[in-house]
């Protein structure tokens, strides 16, 4: 009974619902509504998924992760790669992201790691 929507949300045909629709519709429809403001972090970045999955695309999880306010995690299958990190001197592993993942820019990164074994 309470709708919440961002500072530029819209809607509908051609995008023409807003938040003045919605608040006018609010009192004859009998939910409540707020708007939240803009918000940016530090750098003057709006808090937006659309600016962070533009930093994880770009490679700067940490720029991500401090707008998430957790690290990005990424799952998926270990697959066999062609060898070329063994001359890094640490050990590497390939993932094989779920398709709707938002892959980071090609690189190798530093990570934690949660294994999971199937049974299949």
């Known amino acids: ?3 919440v929507i961002g500072y530029d949300f819209t809607f ?4 023409s619902g807003n938040a003045i629709l919605l608040e006018k519709l609010a009192k ?6 707020s708007k939240i403001e803009v918000n940016k972090n530090a750098k ?11 930093f994880i ?13 957790h690290p990005h995690q ?3 299958i270990v697959i066999e790669g062609k060898k070329l990190a063994r001359s890094l001197g640490f050990p ?3 993932l094989l992201p779920k398709p709707y993942s938002i892959k980071p820019k090609y690189g190798v990164y530093k990570t934690n790691v949660k294994i999971c074994l199937l049974a299949l």
């Open 74 to 76: 990424i799952q998926g």
């Open 1 to 3: 009974n309470h709708l």
């Open 92 to 94: 590497t592993a390939n």
């Open 57 to 69: 695309k770009e490679g700067d999880i940490k720029s991500a992760n401090l707008m998430l306010g």
């Open 28 to 33: 004859t429809q009998g939910y409540e509504f």
């Open 12 to 15: 509908g045909k051609n995008r």
């Open 44 to 54: 003057q970045y709006i808090y937006s998924s659309t600016n962070i999955r533009n």
